[in-house]
């Protein structure tokens, strides 16, 4: 059974940083293609990093936000910088077994990010 188990969230200061971490158990990690969503309250989800071969962003956080991952530890990692308000909500790990970056068929639950202005 896949696991996502996402960790690493909370309040920080606009401007500031915090690095989510992912673990992944119960899939051979390497095979999949991993990524980031997010969905802020009265919003719908939406993309924002994933990490095939290459990695790949949302314009509203290129520059700002870095996705990579530990093959060693089952784990990815979304390091986010220079935060703004507009990038609270809830961070979801998304995991894609055919590693194309864009059939997310397994999710973690999400850790929330809040960024006060």
């Known amino acids: 059974q896949v696991q996502l188990v996402e960790s690493g969230g909370g309040l920080v200061q606009a401007g500031g940083s915090l690095r989510l971490s992912c673990a992944a158990s119960g899939l051979t990690f390497s095979r999949y293609a991993m990524g980031w969503f997010r969905q802020a309250p009265g919003k719908e989800r939406e993309f924002v990093a994933a990490i095939t071969w290459i990695t790949s962003y949302a314009d509203s956080v290129k520059g700002r936000f870095t996705i990579s991952r530990d093959n060693a530890k089952n784990t990815v990692y979304l390091q986010m910088n220079s935060l703004k308000p507009e990038d609270t909500a809830v961070y979801y790990c998304?995991?894609?077994?055919?590693?194309?970056?864009?059939?997310?068929?397994?999710w973690g639950q999400g850790t929330q990010v809040t960024v006060s202005s």
């Open positions: 998304v995991a894609d077994s055919q590693f194309s970056g864009r059939n997310w068929n397994y």
